[in-house]
């Protein structure tokens, strides 16, 4: 089922924060075998688990940078009404209608590989610092809304407001994770993005998105077993 996210953050001013991705260290562990004959051939990318004509492929999953819309002419005219019951929003939004991204699967398997050794504050591991959402965008005049923040008038406190699909998240050898969603996706846009665990105030300011659509052409870039066999 579609639940709603909240993650409350403290800060009135958000800062816009990449997620972490591995070092130079993790090379010798850039590799996974998922299936016998299905093979990660690298960490540039998370990597998908797809299935076309009923054959499984591995599919990359190229990142975008999503946009920020501040909504300056509503949130002013909300303000000028004077209430503290009114909530400014804020949006993160991509570009574009559909996702460059295209899955055929209902059920899909992402893979990503994550430097969890500690940042140069001593801040604590990744995994220990946030967790990760697929949620289902909204399309709307040439874009698509991947996240809708409200802050609150009276105390500036923020929270984080959408459609998100519920997931598994395993942590696999090698700083690999695993996040595989517990409902089928019904055909349309979606986004991976990271959830800060903590009130930190920040987001992402770069997704995975993709779409799924069982009737779309398969990918240039897909690996299926007989394609990595030649």
């Not at 409350?8 to 991705?21: D, P, Q, Y």
């Not at 996974?32 to 540039?44: D, F, S, Y």
């Not at 598994?168 to 409902?183: A, E, G, M, Q, V």
């Not at 009130?199 to 394609?227: H, L, Q, R």
């Amino acid at each position: 089922m579609m639940r709603s996210f909240c993650s409350s953050f403290s800060r009135a001013g958000l800062l816009l924060a990449s997620i972490v991705l591995p070092n130079a260290q993790l090379s010798a562990q850039t590799t996974l075998e998922v299936q016998p004959g299905l093979t990660i051939p690298n960490w540039k990318t998370p990597w998908v688990l797809d299935s076309y004509n009923k054959q499984p492929q591995l599919v990359p999953l190229h990142h975008s940078l999503v946009s920020v819309n501040n909504h300056t002419g509503s949130n002013l005219a909300g303000a000028t009404v004077g209430s503290f019951f009114y909530k400014p929003k804020i949006t993160t939004e991509l570009y574009g209608l559909h996702s460059r991204n295209v899955l055929h699967t209902s059920s899909p398997v992402i893979y990503l590989l994550l430097d969890t050794d500690q940042d140069d504050s001593g801040e604590g591991k990744s995994d220990d610092l946030m967790e990760f959402a697929i949620v289902r965008a909204v399309q709307k005049k040439g874009k698509r809304i991947i996240d809708r923040i409200q802050i609150t008038q009276l105390t500036g406190n923020s929270r984080h407001v959408g459609d998100a699909v519920e997931v598994d998240i395993t942590h696999l050898p090698n700083s690999w994770y695993r996040i595989t969603p517990k409902i089928s996706l019904a055909d349309g846009e979606y986004a991976l993005l990271p959830i800060p665990k903590k009130e930190y105030g920040m987001y992402s300011t770069m997704v995975w998105d993709f779409a799924v659509d069982g009737n779309a052409p398969n990918s240039k870039e897909a690996i299926s077993a007989s394609s990595a066999a030649k």
